[in-house]
């Protein structure tokens, strides 16, 4: 995979996605948007992908958001930023995803490792990603109404995962208001600090942890957890018991057990 805005690379069973702009605070621009639509969908379809990371590049920042110089320029009247003819395709009338994966369509975890600032579309990143975890000079902060936009997703987003008031007190402060890494990890916005020298490694560490785990299973209660979120708690419960009884059916089901009785590693198959 060849990309100019976004780095690509694998470890055994997992990859890394590297927000490559470390110039622009690795701000998001329309190349960008197309270069990460198009590594998401590599990494869902790719069956010796079984989780992956996203990062930024240089010490400054994960990402910044939008890059306001560019992202709002349009392609021509009656066309889209991609060219498209208006509203012509599904993603024009859903929320604009920007730099986020399409998380409730993904099976494989992501893990969030914030390498500095993250504001905009990459709060973005963290309050999608299934395991976020941040280097102790990280900060975080939701501009948008210091710059004259509304918050949109990403306050929807950080309502999800803040406690409310605090969610709040981010989104309607706009830049004024950011916090630190210590500050994030308190709240659960992130769920562990490393040293920024170490954090990728032990976003690595992290994912081979995954990788260790049936990865049928672990996508099968991803997806539980995920989709149970937009449904009352019976429901959720209804839906990941089917999620359950599907992987029950799989090879993997069936070694799990069987290295158990004979004290040894699984060797899982995806299958």
């Excluded at 990309?3 to 690795?26: M, Q, S």
């Excluded at 989709?227 to 992987?247: M, T």
């Amino acid at each position: 995979m060849s990309y100019e805005t976004i780095l690509f690379e694998r470890r055994g069973k997992a990859a890394c996605v590297t927000l490559n702009r470390p110039d622009r605070l690795n701000a998001v621009s329309h190349q960008m948007i197309a270069e990460l639509d198009d590594v998401y969908r590599r990494i869902e379809d790719d069956p010796d992908i079984w989780c992956y990371i996203i990062t930024g590049a240089g010490d400054r920042a994960l990402c910044a958001g939008a890059d306001v110089g560019v992202i709002g320029d349009s392609a021509s009247p009656g066309q889209d930023t991609r060219g498209e003819p208006l509203l012509a395709s599904y993603w024009q009338w859903d929320a604009p995803q920007e730099a986020t994966p399409p998380y409730l369509r993904m099976t494989k975890p992501m893990i969030c490792a914030v390498n500095g600032l993250a504001a905009g579309a990459g709060l973005d990143l963290i309050t999608t990603s299934d395991i976020a975890i941040a280097a102790t000079e990280a900060t975080f902060f939701d501009p948008h109404v210091s710059i004259g936009v509304v918050s949109g997703r990403e306050a929807v987003r950080l309502a999800r995962v803040l406690p409310l008031n605090i969610a709040m007190r981010m989104s309607l402060m706009g830049a004024r208001e950011r916090l630190s890494a210590q500050r994030a990890y308190d709240l659960g916005l992130v769920s562990e600090l490393a040293p920024r020298q170490a954090l990728k490694e032990r976003a690595w560490e992290i994912a081979d942890t995954l990788n260790s785990n049936a990865p049928l299973a672990v996508r099968g209660t991803r997806l539980a957890v995920r989709k149970g979120l937009g449904l009352p708690v019976y429901e959720a419960e209804i839906l990941a018991e089917s999620h359950r009884l599907r992987a029950a059916v799989t090879e993997d089901a069936q070694e799990g057990p069987r290295a158990f009785l004979e004290k040894r590693d699984p060797r899982w198959k995806a299958r």
